[in-house]
Each structure stands twice: as structure tokens, then as C-alpha cells.
């Protein structure tokens, strides 16, 4: 299984950027980059996923670095609803199953 | 359109009972997943299914744990026995394509708690 590593916790003010990262230097050339979070008490909930480039969605945008070794999560403006475990997971092609790592608390102070 | 649906959403048992936790996908689904949350941790992934078929097993334990996913309903978890350590919350996802980058939409969640 492919590895990500994320910090475990990260604090950020209301209405400012977030930037959540995630190393995964074991990736290889077919994995995708996903990103999902996880509010209190709910399953998981897709934000944004990518290969290469990077990516915007209504939620978050992916920062994928070149050699695709790490991403970044950005919240452009981070609300109290924002704030959730979010995972980083790495999916092959041949794959169906994610595999979840300890995921990055988030914390969003008013 | 419904999202996944799990249900019972809660689920006390005593040990040596048997659990049954079902998921329907969201519609035109036909790739499931069940994945179990133990306290403080991660999802782990158990079983992948696709209809009437089981096609991915190694993260589930192999004595008293079954999935199944028959042609027409629910797909059903069956934990036989229930121990103690079994009390998680269990994640049903389902997809609509297989492998990736198809996303993988998660319900609420049952959870199960063995006395």
C-alpha cells in the first residue's frame, strides 16, 4: 500500500487560506492523489482528487508537486464548517480499495 | 438522488451475538466497499464487492466476518460471535466505476457497540 504522511493537527483562523500537506515520496506514476475529509460523527466526504496537474473544484484546490511527491490541500477561506479529519489517500489504477492513513485534524478558530 | 444508506445507524450487541449491518449504494452503483473505524483511527478497508461478487477480501478478518452483495438488495456485513474489540463504526462506500480516480461516496456509518 502506498504511504501518505500528514501532520496530525493544524489550527486556522476563520475566513483565512488553509494549507493542509501531505508527503506520499513512495507514489507511483498511475496512483491518483485523493483527498477526503471527515466531519464529527460522519462518514467521509469526497473534496478533490488529481494525477499530475493541479486541480480546483467549488470545494479546494490540489497543488501536486512535479515530481509528485507531495500535495496540498487549500482552503481558500476556511470556515467552522471546514473544520474535520481530512485524509490524503493514494489510489492505483489497479486498485479499488483506499487505504486511510491518521489524517490531519483540522481546527478552525473563530 | 439518495446518497448511501446504511442502516441500523446504531447497533449494541452482546458478546457472542451476531451483527448484521446493511448498505444500499447510491443508485447505479454496482461496486461496494466496507471499511471499519476503530476509535482515534483511520478507516481501514475490509471487503470490496461488486454484484453477487466478492472481489477483494484481505483487509477482513478471516473468522466471523462475511459480506455479501446479492443481485437484488442491500449488501449485508455479518460479524458472527461478537466480540468486544468489534465495536467500531463501519463505513459503507460505493462507486460507479472500478478503479481509479472513480470516487468513492461513503454513508453515515453504523455503529456498533459489543457489551
Known amino acids: 500500500d502506498a504511504k501518505t504522511t500528514q501532520p496530525n493537527s493544524m489550527e486556522s483562523n476563520e475566513e483565512e487560506p488553509v494549507h493542509l500537506p501531505c508527503n506520499h515520496s513512495?507514489?507511483?506514476?498511475?496512483?491518483?492523489i485523493h483527498w477526503y475529509r471527515q466531519l464529527p460523527s460522519q462518514g467521509p466526504e469526497y473534496v478533490i482528487h488529481g494525477l499530475t496537474s493541479n486541480v480546483n473544484n467549488r470545494m479546494a484546490s490540489l497543488a501536486i508537486a512535479e515530481d509528485r511527491k507531495s500535495s496540498t490541500l487549500i482552503l481558500h477561506r476556511a470556515t467552522l464548517r471546514d473544520a474535520a479529519v481530512y485524509y490524503c489517500?493514494?489510489?492505483?489504477?489497479?486498485?479499488?480499495?483506499?487505504?486511510f492513513g491518521t489524517g490531519t485534524s483540522l481546527t478552525v478558530i473563530p | 438522488n439518495a446518497g448511501v444508506m446504511q442502516n441500523p445507524r446504531h447497533l449494541v450487541r452482546r458478546r457472542g451475538q451476531e451483527a448484521r449491518l446493511r448498505c444500499s449504494p447510491m443508485?447505479?452503483?454496482?461496486?461496494v466497499y466496507w471499511y471499519r473505524q476503530l476509535p482515534e483511527e483511520g478507516l481501514k478497508f475490509m471487503v470490496y464487492l461488486q454484484k453477487e461478487n466478492i472481489i477483494d477480501e484481505s483487509g477482513m478478518p478471516k473468522e466471523r466476518f462475511s459480506a455479501e452483495f446479492p443481485k437484488e438488495g442491500p449488501s449485508i456485513l455479518r460479524i458472527q460471535q461478537v466480540v468486544r474489540g468489534d465495536s467500531a463504526a463501519y463505513f459503507c462506500?460505493?462507486?460507479?466505476?472500478?478503479?481509479?480516480?472513480?470516487?468513492?461516496?461513503f454513508g453515515p456509518g453504523t455503529r456498533l457497540t459489543v457489551l
Open positions: 462506500a460505493s462507486s460507479l466505476l472500478a478503479g481509479g480516480p472513480d470516487t468513492q461516496y
Open positions: 489517500i493514494l489510489q492505483g489504477n489497479t486498485g479499488n480499495q483506499f487505504y
Open positions: 513512495t507514489i507511483s506514476g498511475t496512483d491518483y
Open positions: 443508485k447505479g452503483h454496482s461496486h
